[in-house]
């Protein structure tokens, strides 16, 4: 950005409009903000792209098998058996619940209505446990393409009717999967966003020591995620952007984070910049013309970053690429025009007690990070070639990560109702009649690709073939093991190929245990596919900003490095601290594009710095007065985003929880270790070889030993 331009935000009259008119603007998007948990689409069927076989199997059946229909169980259980007023109760609470909205007339299946089909040979699930102790109602709720927000009301309608005195009741199937998901992201557009606005305030505080300042940057986040929030409703409602309470969390969480990050950027600049300028609006348009090209380009990338993401297979990454890069670009637009003018506005007096007075001593030239340099000059070589080696060493922790999926009981970090049904169903030898395998086969193959799939183990028995107005035919049979579990995924695969090894049968297998496996298999296509993406991405943009081609492969190889390192302490934190049993097919790709696009930002900070202090004083010194000059904003930014990320254990999700260690960890790797050490290791050794083809350095001088411990003198 020009000087005229960042002073024509800033002057004395125009900030007063740049205010005016974000703040109107964040009044009118705060309206549709409110919003967007409305518009969420959290069901699993419309995350699948149209290639995989569950989706063509749910399309194949949309005429005879409605998608809305949400299969749910009420489970009962007394220990020493359920007693004859128990199953009467159960009756008198299916007829009950067979009358409330949005239960299909279908009616609801109960233990005696099962007994009694039983008896006339229809084939019926057995809904009392050998036993006694357990048994459960079936029955399916619709409620339109708005079931997801439906079920929260429903669920507890459900469980208001069904009790037993003495006894234990849960809602279990897909409906009480559902009303738990629910659960978990309740909240999310408030009490999230506060935690994450305390952490922030806290960190701030701690930053500034200032009672006031901590104030315009956390205004400013706040107005950008009206905005965006706003923004993504209307794409969302309009424009068909898929939006789920997954990809709301995160996109608050980035706004703040990142938002805050460019905040504390801008303000330390500014704050340079006013040592240097009697008048602050002169200032805040040198502060605004230095620092803004590393705020452009750390956004451009996290945008750009995310938006490979739109590249993915699969629905709910596909639409979490656009959310999230809108987030960026409204965040990085709002913290380049409402806070320089809030800061203008308010003048020095906002950063009391430690005002930067006009020619005051620039206190980060002799501070930790300008000692850190100096301590790492007289031998980079060794230091790079160390750390380089002790996070090749972490980065073994990879070979303990498991990302082959979780069970519906492993997804959550606290217990809950429909877990405790299923594990009574699993315990007593009950199984899911809500989770069944659908199998769509030509017809006059029908009867040989149910013998085919007919014994597989953990498979029941196939039921009656159905014909379709296609002239195909359909049948079911019920997986007996968790609808998400890795023993359903290898059921539904055994059932796969016994289908379509019959010939001439066209076979396709699909259900609920069907979209999870497929939703692994996208997963799986996706990570092969972005992660090249994102990398080939960001080292254009990097080559672009500092018109050099080393130092962006540098930064390339030392931000894999990184990741590599977070995910191999995490697996290992993930499976002998926290106890979890696994990881989400998707949660390396997540992991990878949160770090190497947050991660490269320090790097654009570090660096673009660095390139400006060369022209004047060589790569070596610049390298140290850029350390010294960006260390304690990188830092303080780095624990923000961090600090952020860790926010979303707060969700009882495993997904989540591992995605917020993960990015945090990774993020403090970053700015601890990487940007301060490693990557200012690098360019002490190398020097202006840096910058190649680039002759930005051509005289590429060693430092004496008198230079490198001289006092950092900046650019002015």
């Given at each position: 950005m020009h000087r005229q331009i960042a002073g024509a935000l800033t002057g004395r009259v125009t900030k007063w409009i740049v205010f005016t008119a974000v703040i109107v603007i964040t009044g009118f998007m705060a309206t549709f903000s409110a919003k967007l948990a409305d518009v969420q689409n959290n069901e699993a069927s419309s995350w699948l792209p149209g290639s995989a076989e569950s989706t063509k199997v749910l399309d194949e059946l949309s005429e005879t098998v409605d998608p809305n229909d949400i299969p749910t169980l009420v489970v009962y259980h007394r220990d020493g058996g359920l007693t004859d007023d128990d199953l009467a109760a159960m009756e008198e609470d299916g007829t009950e619940i067979a009358e409330l909205e949005g239960v299909t007339d279908q009616g609801v299946l109960t233990p005696a209505g099962a007994e009694a089909a039983a008896a006339q040979g229809a084939p019926v699930p057995t809904l009392v446990s050998e036993d006694g102790e357990v048994a459960y109602l079936y029955f399916v709720l619709n409620f339109g393409t708005d079931g997801w927000n439906a079920i929260p009301a429903a669920a507890d309608e459900i469980r208001d009717i069904s009790k037993i005195d003495g006894g234990e009741v849960h809602l279990a199937g897909y409906g009480g999967q559902a009303a738990d998901s629910a659960e978990a992201f309740e909240g999310i557009d408030t009490n999230l966003i506060f935690a994450t606005l305390a952490v922030v305030i806290v960190i701030l505080l701690f930053t500034y020591r200032s009672p006031v300042l901590w104030l315009l940057p956390i205004l400013c986040a706040v107005s950008a995620n009206f905005i965006a929030t706003g923004l993504v409703y209307l794409l969302a409602k309009y424009a068909g952007l898929t939006v789920n309470g997954q990809s709301q969390a995160i996109l608050s969480i980035l706004v703040i984070g990142a938002g805050t990050d460019y905040a504390l950027l801008l303000v330390a600049r500014y704050r340079e910049e006013l040592r240097r300028h009697e008048d602050r609006h002169e200032a805040m348009a040198f502060a605004l013309h230095r620092a803004s090209p590393a705020i452009l380009a750390s956004a451009a990338t996290v945008a750009i970053g995310m938006l490979c993401l739109s590249f993915a297979d699969l629905n709910s990454t596909a639409g979490l690429g656009p959310v999230l890069a809108i987030g960026v670009a409204v965040t990085v637009l709002v913290m380049v025009t409402l806070l320089p003018a809030l800061l203008v506005i308010c003048g020095r007096w906002v950063f009391w007690p430690k005002r930067p007075t006009f020619r005051s001593a620039e206190p980060t030239s002799n501070g930790l990070w300008a000692r850190v340099g100096r301590a790492i000059s007289p031998r980079p070589r060794r230091v790079w070639v160390v750390t380089t080696g002790l996070l090749l060493l972490a980065c073994l922790g990879l070979f303990r990560l498991d990302t082959s999926g979780l069970s519906t009981e492993e997804t959550y970090t606290k217990e809950f109702d429909s877990i405790k049904g299923q594990r009574l169903l699993t315990e007593h030898d009950l199984s899911d009649s809500s989770n069944t395998i659908q199998v769509t086969t030509a017809t006059a193959a029908a009867a040989d690709v149910q013998a085919a799939v007919s014994g597989i183990d953990g498979l029941g028995e196939p039921g009656e073939v159905r014909e379709l107005s296609t002239g195909r035919s359909w049948f079911e049979a019920t997986i007996n093991a968790d609808i998400s579990s890795s023993t359903a995924a290898d059921i539904v695969e055994s059932s796969r190929d016994a289908a379509h090894a019959v010939d001439g049968a066209d076979a396709l297998v699909g259900g609920g245990s069907a979209f999870y496996l497929d939703t692994k298999i996208a997963s799986e296509r996706d990570s092969k596919v972005i992660m090249p993406l994102v990398l080939a991405v960001v080292l254009l943009i990097l080559i672009g900003l500092l018109r050099a081609l080393v130092a962006p492969?540098?930064?390339?190889?030392?931000?894999?490095?990184?990741?590599?390192?977070?995910?191999?302490?995490?697996?290992?934190?993930?499976?002998?601290?926290?106890g979890f049993a696994g990881s989400d097919p998707g949660f390396p790709l997540f992991t990878f594009v949160f770090l190497v696009a947050l991660g490269i930002d320090y790097n654009i900070f570090l660096m673009t710095r660095v390139r400006e202090e060369t022209v004047t004083h060589g790569t070596r010194k610049g390298s140290l007065i850029g350390l010294a000059s960006t260390g304690g904003v990188i830092t303080s930014a780095g624990i923000v985003l961090a600090a952020t990320f860790l926010v979303l254990g707060s969700l009882p999700l495993v997904f989540l929880a591992e995605l917020g260690v993960a990015v945090a960890l990774g993020v403090m790797l970053d700015t601890m270790i990487v940007r301060s050490v490693l990557v200012?290791?690098?360019?002490?050794?190398?020097?202006?070889?840096?910058?190649?083809?680039?002759?930005?350095d051509s005289v590429d001088a060693p430092l004496t030993e008198a230079e490198a411990q001289a006092p950092l003198e900046t650019v002015h």
């Open positions: 492969l540098i930064l390339m190889a030392t931000v894999v490095l990184s990741f590599g390192a977070a995910l191999g302490i995490s697996a290992l934190l993930f499976e002998y601290v926290f200012t290791a690098l360019n002490l050794d190398l020097g202006g070889k840096i910058w190649w083809p680039s002759k930005l």
